[in-house]
Nanobody
């Protein structure tokens, strides 16, 4: 059964770059029509879609994060990675990777990231 797992730092200093990697376990995602996405949830707030990668069609980003975000895929390793530049305390959140179409089919368990000096 397919499982996703986020990995990366739990603490990042302001102005640094947050890098998180999502690894796919238990199988390969063979569909070229699934978005490989990053979603986050700040404390006390709702889910925020950050961006997604679609094989053969590049990446897409939330307008509010497009300037600071980058998503790349390494299909040979069953991984995709989020880079979020110039982080501030407002970027503190639980970060999830997810795969799906207009509905999410697979969720990671989420990883807590705190931005603090």
């Amino acid at each position: 059964q397919v499982q996703l797992q986020e990995s990366g730092p739990g603490l990042v200093k302001p102005s640094q770059t947050l890098s998180l990697t999502c690894t796919i376990f238990g199988g390969s995602i063979t569909s070229n029509y699934y978005y490989w996405s990053w979603i986050r949830q700040p404390p006390g707030k709702g889910l925020e879609w950050m961006g997604a990668s679609l094989l053969g069609d590049g990446s897409y980003y939330s307008p509010s994060l497009k300037r600071r975000s980058s998503i790349s895929r390494d299909t040979s390793k069953n991984q995709f990675t989020l880079h979020l530049n110039s982080v501030t305390p407002e970027d503190s959140a639980v970060y999830y990777c997810a795969i799906g179409t207009t509905q999410i089919l697979y969720w990671g368990q989420g990883t807590q990231v705190t931005v603090s000096s």
